[in-house]
């Protein structure tokens, strides 16, 4: 991953991404010749709120198979992630802590 480009939603879409976007970043990476990228990064806004890690169903109505796709064209995927847990909202991951 450190060897070869990564590619991150941020510096095209900032905050406005949705998985039709994602999926156009992807497609346009291998289409423009980029085939030795390292991976597409699903950056800031992804989540319904901040660090409840949870994919915003408006914005990506299907990850799963969207992130399969990316993984077709050759590439790998990461989110960024909020570096706290929200305790204010339902969170899978705050009550497996609990």
């Avoid at 905050?15 to 950056?43: C, M, P, Q, Y």
């Avoid at 915003?56 to 706290?84: A, Q």
């Amino acid at each position: 991953m450190l060897l070869k480009p990564l590619w991150s939603t941020w510096a095209q879409f900032r905050e406005n991404i949705t998985e039709e976007k994602v999926l156009a970043l992807a497609r346009d990476i291998i289409g423009n010749g980029f085939v030795n990228s390292s991976h597409v990064e699903i950056d800031d806004k992804w989540e319904t709120c901040y660090g409840e890690n949870e994919f915003d169903t408006i914005k990506f109505p299907n990850p799963s198979p969207m992130i399969d796709t990316i993984k077709d064209l050759g590439l790998r995927v990461t989110l960024w992630v909020h570096p706290f847990i929200n305790t204010g909202r339902h969170n899978n991951y705050y009550y497996q802590l609990q």
